[in-house]
C-alpha cells in the first residue's frame, strides 16, 4: 500500500467553481500534514499546513481526519492561477536509529481552471 | 523560512559521467534532503543528508550511485555517478529546522538530462 495516495485527477473546473481533493496516509504514527503546489517546471511550495482543527487560509480549507487517516484540501472560487498540481504531504519520524524526520509526497492531482 | 539555492539549475551530460549537485541554504538548518522527481512523476525521497555522518538512504538508493555530502549545516551534495539516460530527473533539495515548524523549503531544483 502506498504511503500518501490522492485522487488521480487531473480536474478541470471553470473559474468560480468548488473543487476538493482528497489524500490517504498509511503511516498512522504521521506528524504533521501540509498541501505543496507545484506550477509546472517549478518547485513544490507550501500552500498551507493541516490541522486536525481544520484550517481556513482565504479561499482555501484545509481538513484532517486522524482516526481515517484522511486529509482534504477545499478551493472555492477557482481561479486562473490555481492552475497546478496540489501535493498531499505527510511528515514521518524516520526508523530507529535515524534523526529526524521526512516528508513523502502523494503523486498530486492536478487541476486546470478555465475561463 | 529559508532561501535554498542549488546548482547547476540544469545539465546535459553525457551518459557514463558523473555530476555533482551543490546546494547552498541562507541559515544552518537541522534537516537536509534530496529528492528526485521524474518526468510527470512525484517526488520521491533519495536520501537525508547527515552533518558529519554518512547520508541515510531511501529503498531503492545506494551511496554508490548516489554519494552524498554534508560538511555544515547549510551546505550539501549530491552526485549523480554513471549516469545512464533513466537518471534524467529534476534533483531537489529541501531543508527543514525546526524554527520552521516542521515546514520543509525547497530549491529551485537541478534539471538533469542524460544523452
Known amino acids: 500500500r502506498k504511503e500518501v495516495e490522492q485522487d488521480p485527477g487531473p480536474f478541470n473546473v471553470p473559474e468560480g467553481a468548488t473543487v476538493a481533493f482528497n489524500c490517504t496516509y498509511s503511516?498512522?504514527?504521521?506528524?504533521?500534514f501540509f498541501w505543496y503546489r507545484q506550477d509546472c517546471r517549478k518547485e513544490p511550495k507550501l500552500l498551507m499546513s493541516?490541522?486536525?482543527s481544520g484550517n481556513e487560509d482565504g479561499r482555501f480549507t484545509a481538513q484532517l481526519n486522524r482516526a481515517s487517516q484522511y486529509i482534504s484540501l477545499l478551493i472555492r472560487d477557482s481561479k486562473l492561477s490555481d492552475s497546478a498540481t496540489y501535493l498531499c504531504?505527510?511528515?514521518?519520524?524516520?526508523?530507529?536509529?535515524?534523526?529526524?524526520?521526512?516528508?513523502?509526497f502523494g503523486k498530486g492531482t492536478t487541476l486546470s481552471v478555465s475561463s | 523560512s529559508a532561501v535554498i539555492s542549488q546548482k547547476p539549475s540544469r545539465d546535459i551530460c553525457q551518459r557514463g559521467t558523473s555530476l555533482t549537485i551543490q546546494c547552498q541554504v541562507d541559515?544552518?538548518?537541522?534537516?537536509m534532503f534530496w529528492y528526485r522527481q521524474q518526468p510527470g512523476q512525484s517526488l520521491t525521497l533519495i536520501a537525508t543528508?547527515?552533518?558529519?555522518?554518512?547520508?541515510?538512504?531511501e529503498s531503492g538508493f545506494v551511496i554508490d550511485k548516489f554519494p552524498i555530502s554534508r560538511p555544515n549545516l547549510t551546505f550539501s551534495t549530491l552526485t549523480v555517478s554513471n549516469m545512464s539516460p533513466e537518471d534524467s530527473s529534476i534533483y531537489l533539495c529541501?531543508?527543514?529546522?525546526?524554527?520552521?515548524?516542521?515546514?520543509?523549503?525547497f530549491g529551485e531544483g537541478s534539471w538533469l538530462t542524460v544523452v
Open positions: 504531504v505527510v511528515n514521518i519520524s524516520l526508523p530507529v536509529g535515524q534523526a529526524g524526520t521526512a516528508l513523502i
Open positions: 503511516n498512522s504514527a504521521s506528524q504533521s
Open positions: 543528508a547527515n552533518q558529519g555522518s554518512e547520508a541515510t538512504y
Open positions: 529541501s531543508a527543514t529546522d525546526r524554527s520552521f515548524g516542521n515546514t520543509i523549503y
Open positions: 493541516v490541522y486536525s
Open positions: 541559515s544552518q538548518v537541522t534537516m
